[in-house]
């Protein structure tokens, strides 16, 4: 049963959401190179490769998205606080899932007839992607709302990322996501008072999902030496994992109502979260960071004080030029704080190969 949308969101039409305006945390939609892509060579990987690609394939999940009964309920007990974070987190999750839609589909679209393997296995996965984006905002008109995807897709900014950022970014994001989705999942099935909604129940399933998509831009990182054996790869693997928990790290204590109506201490989550996807990352990257270092979670938590100041000027009546040199004191605190986290001695995964397998 759909239940009327908190009045606090700006609709482009009745029942459409207004996209939240592009920062720096919201999810981007990404282009690449394709003709790079499309001559990479696989070799080194092909085995593995084409394991993950026939578990893509089997498609377990092709039955997991189906609303069940539970569903059909009317849902305006929920407090409108808790309403507003649930489909703040909604949209969120909807984005990022339909910008890994867009990319996996062009890059399939570009490779077909070029690279039939990986053309196929883009396609598998555009196919899970755009089955997740649709779940989330069949759940957000729940609440009265829905976005509009075909109006993101003409709307949005397309950030060009190299083929070997991509490969890293998507490789983490999809771990990330993994761990994101499993610990909501085992939290709220030891606590089933916390639950909300009914679509956490297909957390276990679903986080299965990302869990193969990282399987995979695993085995396409490995497949190239140049994004592992290299002293830069070393510093791009670190780079990359401290953007996307930083990221992360802010955007959890930033929405930390949404986690605190489901039961979750979102300080708590945050490093579980950054914990297990830095451990899982240590079987693609050649370097990782030290996620044990003393100093490694209270920096993360100093940026996101900082990052709640930036928010707080944002929602001041100062002219932009006044509102820049407010907030140039609390970015340069969230830059020295990544700059420190940074140069923490890393863990070489390389050296420690035999034990990670």
């Known amino acids: ?22 920062t720096l945390l919201t999810p981007r939609f990404y ?8 001559s990479l060579d696989l070799s080194q990987q092909s085995v593995e490769l084409e394991s993950v690609i026939a578990e893509l394939r089997a498609d377990y999940n092709r039955h997991h998205f189906v609303r069940n009964a539970n569903f059909e309920r009317d849902w305006s007990h929920i407090s409108r606080e808790t309403r507003q974070a ?3 987190f909604l949209e969120r999750s909807i984005t990022s899932e339909f910008s890994g839609f867009l990319l996996f589909k062009e890059l399939s679209r570009k490779l077909k007839g ?14 899970d992607e755009a089955r997740h984006a649709g779940f989330l905002n069949k759940a957000m008109a729940d609440f009265g709302l829905s976005l509009d995807l075909g ?3 003409k709307n949005r900014t397309y950030t060009f990322f190299p083929p070997e950022w991509v490969i890293y970014t998507v490789y983490l994001s999809e771990k990330i996501g993994y ?6 999942y085992r939290h709220l099935e030891q606590h089933p008072e916390h639950e909300i909604y009914p679509l956490f129940q297909y957390f276990e399933s679903w986080c299965q999902d990302e869990n193969r998509h990282g399987d995979f831009f695993k085995a396409l990182l490995r497949s190239q030496p140049q994004l592992w054996q290299t002293w830069q790869a070393r510093l791009w693997a670190r780079f990359f994992l401290l953007t996307v928990f930083v990221t992360h790290t802010l955007t959890v204590l930033e929405r930390a109502d949404f ?21 899982t990352s240590e079987r693609a990257f050649p370097s990782v960071l030290n996620t044990e270092h003393p100093e490694f979670f209270p920096r993360l938590e100093t940026c996101a004080q900082a990052n709640a100041k930036l928010t707080e000027i944002n929602g001041n009546r100062q002219p932009k030029f006044i509102k ?5 004191p609390w970015m340069t605190v969230i830059l020295w704080q990544m700059l420190r986290l940074f140069l923490i001695k890393p863990v070489d995964t390389e050296q420690m190969r035999g034990v990670v397998y």
């Open 86 to 88: 649930f489909i703040e």
């Open 151 to 153: 109006y993101l897709t």
């Open 179 to 184: 761990w994101r989705y499993i610990l909501v």
């Open 1 to 22: 049963m759909v239940s009327a949308p908190p009045s606090t969101f700006t609709e482009l039409a009745p029942g459409i959401k207004a996209p939240v305006q592009q």
């Open 31 to 38: 282009t690449t190179d394709f003709d790079k892509v499309a």
């Open 114 to 127: 070029r690279n039939p393997l990986l053309s196929e296995a883009f396609n598998l996965l555009a196919r």
């Open 259 to 279: 986690y605190a109506s489901i039961g979750i201490d979102p300080h708590h989550y945050n490093q579980q979260v950054i914990s297990h996807t830095n451990e």
């Open 324 to 328: 820049f040199f407010q907030k140039l």
